[in-house]
């Protein structure tokens, strides 16, 4: 079964700053990689990744995958409190399953 | 659309006793999912259906563990007999059949078993 390693484990910022997080998997089968924000309850949907190198983007978040070094970054431009949450990332392989990594605790200071 | 609907929100049990969780997919899904997320172990897939079928189980625990799907609006995962270790947030999630793989989650049911 294959591996995701989020990095980091957690980060505090201050309100408009910007963070990138990490995600980084073995391949093994792979087909996409996905994101997800968690919030208290569920993780809701970000982004999709299959191709390498084509920037996904929705308002101040954006993601990108590289293939070829096997990892994704999640980008987040000028920061607010409601940003604040786990960000998960998930590995899709094989045929429906998908492996998520522990995720990286995003806080954002006011 | 309601989204994915899972009942109870909160359980409560005492060990060794029958634990049933419900879920209702988003209706045309054909794919649902079960999950559980613990601090340790993160969010860990347990079974998976295919328009009703379980398609693989590798992720279930153990044979205290059991998930069926009768119809395409209705799943359950029971526990029986339960133990405190499997105190952990249940997610039921599905997604459409075709070409799109984002999995859209429930609420999630808290377990807590004593």
């Known amino acids: 079964e294959d591996k995701v390693v989020q990095s980091p484990l957690s980060l505090v910022v201050h309100e408009g700053d910007t963070v990138t997080l990490n995600c980084s998997y073995e391949?093994?089968?792979?087909?996409?990689l996905l994101w997800y924000k968690q919030e208290k309850k569920a993780p809701t949907f970000l982004f999709m990744l299959t191709s390498s190198g084509i920037e996904k983007k929705s308002g101040r978040l954006s993601s990108i995958l590289d293939k070829k070094e096997l990892f994704s970054i999640l980008n987040i431009t000028a920061t607010q409190t409601g940003d604040s949450a786990v960000y998960l990332c998930a590995d899709l392989f094989g045929n429906e399953k998908l492996t998520f990594g522990t995720g990286t605790r995003l806080t954002i200071i006011p | 659309d309601a989204g994915v609907i899972q009942s109870p929100r909160h359980e409560v049990t005492e060990m060794g006793q029958e634990v049933t969780l419900r879920c209702k997919p988003i209706s045309g899904h054909d794919y649902l999912f079960w999950y559980r997320q613990t601090m340790m172990r993160g969010l860990e897939l347990l079974i998976y259906?295919?328009?009703?079928?379980?398609?693989?189980d590798s992720g279930m625990p153990e044979d205290r563990f059991s998930a069926k799907m009768p119809n395409a609006s209705f799943s359950t995962l029971k526990i029986q007999p339960s133990e405190p270790r499997d105190s952990a947030v249940y997610f039921c999630a599905s997604r459409h059949g075709g070409g799109a793989h984002e999995q859209y989650f429930g609420p999630g049911t808290r377990l807590t078993v004593t």
């Open positions: 259906f295919n328009n009703n079928v379980p398609i693989d």
């Open positions: 391949v093994t089968n792979f087909r996409s």
